[in-house]
Antibody
Framework: QVRLQQWGAGLLKPSETLSLTCAVYDGAFSGYFWSWVRQPPGKGPEWIGEINPRGDTNYHPSLKSRLTMSVDTSRSQFSLQLTSVTAADTAIYYC???????????????WGQGTLVTVSS | DIVVTQSPNSLAVSLGERATINCKSSQSVLFTPNNKNYLGWYQQKPGQPPKLLIYWASTRESGVPDRFSGSGSGTDFTLTISSLQAEDVAVYFCQQYYASPYSFGQGTKVEIK
């Protein structure tokens, strides 16, 4: 059974950079899109972006200017960096796996445990 | 961008009764070449990540009890819990994966009456 385990700093000051990494265990790394989703407290999830093992990325337009995703296929890991954070970026951040079918990303079927990231001065 | 709207925001249902949640997308999520609706349903319990229940609008994920069912096509979808159990208390989200950015609904909280 595939597991996604994520880690990174949970408390940031405004203008700092959010960095999270997710490792994939007990499952294939190729053939999927690897995504990040965030969920502000008490609200619905928001898809942030994704990367495939080749390094092709797709970012949410509202975050594109501050967002970088990377992948390390040798370690089955992928990472997220979000620069210049503000209080509006406070949320639980999840890494997730998206099924890829006929070259198109589809449903998210596995999630990491989540990391609460709080931005506060 | 596709906007996904759920209704109601919350509902209380007696144990053993039916719960119905609606999800509406601002444009069709039916992919004509394969005739599949690119919509999924998730269940989220407190302190946990979302869990996939339904994909392609009506296909139950492996291991999901058959009291959960999904229906609809195009822009209007429904998640039905045929006989509510105590362990079904949760927030339910729909998500379209037809077009980026892949938007979620705001959630529907299901409680026991």
């Amino acid at each position: 059974q595939v597991r996604l385990q994520q880690w990174g700093a949970g408390l940031l000051k405004p203008s700092e950079t959010l960095s999270l990494t997710c490792a994939v265990y007990d499952g294939a790394f190729s053939g999927y899109f690897w995504s990040w989703v965030r969920q502000p407290p008490g609200k619905g999830p928001e898809w942030i972006g994704e990367i495939n093992p080749r390094g092709d990325t797709n970012y949410h337009p509202s975050l594109k200017s501050r967002l970088t995703m990377s992948v390390d296929t040798s370690r089955s890991q992928f990472s997220l960096q979000l620069t210049s954070v503000t209080a509006a970026d406070t949320a639980i951040y999840y890494c997730a796996r998206r099924m890829m079918i006929a070259g198109r990303p589809t449903r998210i079927d596995r999630w990491g445990q989540g990391t609460l990231v709080t931005v506060s001065s | 961008d596709i906007v996904v709207t759920q209704s109601p925001n919350s509902l209380a249902v007696s144990l053993g009764e039916r719960a119905t949640i609606n999800c509406k997308s601002s444009q069709s999520v039916l992919f004509t070449p394969n005739n599949k609706n690119y919509l999924g349903w998730y269940q989220q319990k407190p302190g946990q990540p979302p869990k996939l229940l339904i994909y392609w609008a009506s296909t139950r994920e492996s291991g999901v009890p058959d009291r959960f069912s999904g229906s609809g096509s195009g822009t209007d979808f429904t998640l039905t819990i045929s006989s509510l159990q105590a362990e079904d208390v949760a927030v339910y989200f729909c998500q379209q994966y037809y077009a980026s950015p892949y938007s979620f609904g705001q959630g529907t909280k299901v409680e026991i009456k």
